[in-house]
């Protein structure tokens, strides 16, 4: 659990190599911006088998993997703004990296490292919470020290805490986002829009149809626009009948790809016209393309689940004790507020939303963010799978997108 003694060179060159990553809304630009990112994102894979040091010079410092789109971006300064903040305040860098457009393929890149109880490359990782039950099943990430978590004690919203059925109390895990999913369409080319699952099948949008890489969001929404509860007692039955309707969809050219966060692109040039997407995305979409897209909860239900820090066993002490600060930091309403202003997903931090009435009045109200009574009402979470069936469920999803 010791981490390799750093080669100064690669180090630079890794550095380097982060620095050329896409931020958030150069991704959404589209394909040039694309490419370019693809090839960044390729070699600075290479950084978990340097054996690097953190963010700071010669490791004094921490790496934090995490989403594109997931934290608050300053496009005339190139710079993270609450981030800075952290750092001149704790007095030690953050080497942010935006690098998971997936949580299989971007464990897959980690998992020998997290197998060995080897720096992974990042001292935290904000993995999806199913994601996260393997790790602590496996015990591959470390215990959080409450004691340097004040603002996480006093402020994670009161439904988060035992959500995560491996990790009553959050002793593992620690919720940055609450990312939502529901139904997206063109305005313009759409204009009846998606309101059930067999809307997605109309003949004019044959091949305009792009679904989510990530099972438990597509197939739970396939599901409860099937009438099955996502977090009911389902089983093989069930899961089945939505299987087939998305198999039914990518055989006869229905559905025109399959994504992960770069789903985004898609609907920019218009490739895609309706998508399941996440929330979030659809409001920085729009804000930057003229408000070309209609997002709502479908009546059958969205997707909400928690993308949440955690800490890889090979994470120093000293390393660990500086993420627990910084999750600390980021648990303050107001600087929540900054974040959730830009990412536009729904927060884990209580008194957000009062503070968002400082920091812009308008996305207070906004129930993509805030979600209403009402909105609750249609939010499924994806009941826990045990291991037989994760691997049972997410091999037959896998094969159905021909991966």
Avoid at 15 to 39: D, I, K
Avoid at 179 to 208: C, H, M, Q, Y
Avoid at 280 to 285: A, H, K, Q, S
Avoid at 308 to 323: D, L, W
Wanted: hydrophobic share 40%.
């Amino acid at each position: 659990m010791v981490r390799q003694p750093e080669d100064p060179i690669v180090r630079n060159i890794v550095q380097m190599l982060r620095g050329a990553q896409l931020n958030r809304r150069q991704l959404l630009r589209g394909a040039a911006a694309g490419a370019a990112g693809a090839s960044a994102l390729g070699l600075a894979a290479c950084a978990p088998n340097s054996g690097g040091g953190g963010g700071g010079e010669g490791g004094e410092g921490i790496a934090w993997g995490n989403w594109t789109y997931y934290l608050d971006f300053d496009e005339q300064t190139q710079s993270y703004p609450s981030l800075d903040a952290f750092m001149e305040q704790a007095g030690f860098t953050v080497d942010y990296i935006e690098d998971i457009d997936d949580n299989n393929t971007f464990y897959g890149k980690i998992k020998d490292q997290l197998k060995l109880g080897q720096f992974t490359g990042y001292d935290t990782i904000t993995f999806t919470d199913w994601m996260n039950a393997r790790l602590i099943q496996d015990e591959q990430v470390q215990e959080f020290d409450y004691a340097n978590l004040p603002n996480v004690k006093a402020n994670l919203v009161d439904a988060q805490w035992d959500a995560l059925d491996v990790d009553p109390g959050r002793k593992f895990t620690i919720p940055w986002q609450l990312p939502a999913s529901g139904w997206v369409w063109n305005t313009k080319e759409v204009p009846k829009g998606i309101k059930t699952l067999d809307d997605f099948l109309r003949p004019e949008l044959k091949g305009k149809v792009v679904v989510l890489s990530e099972m438990r969001d597509t197939m739970g929404m396939v599901m409860a626009g099937l009438g099955t509860d996502p977090n009911g007692a389902w089983g093989d039955k069930e899961f089945d009948a939505a299987l087939a309707w998305l198999d039914d969809a990518l055989q006869s050219g229905q559905i025109g790809n399959v994504k992960g966060n770069s789903y985004t692109q898609d609907l920019i040039r218009g490739d895609a016209l309706a998508a399941m997407a996440w929330t979030g995305d659809v409001i920085m979409l729009n804000t930057e393309n003229d408000n070309q897209w209609t997002l709502e909860i479908p009546e059958s239900g969205g997707m909400i689940a928690a993308d949440s820090f955690t800490v890889p066993n090979g994470t120093t002490p000293e390393a660990k004790a500086k993420v627990e600060e910084m999750i600390n930091y980021y648990y303050d309403p107001e600087v929540m507020a900054e974040v959730a202003d830009y990412v536009t997903f729904v927060p884990p931090v209580k008194g957000t939303q009062e503070a968002m009435q400082k920091v812009n009045p308008e996305n207070a109200d906004n129930p993509l963010i805030f979600p209403s009574e009402e909105d609750w009402k249609h939010l499924h979470t994806f009941r826990t799978l045990t291991a037989e069936e994760d691997k049972k469920y997410s091999t037959a999803f896998q094969n159905v997108l021909g991966l």
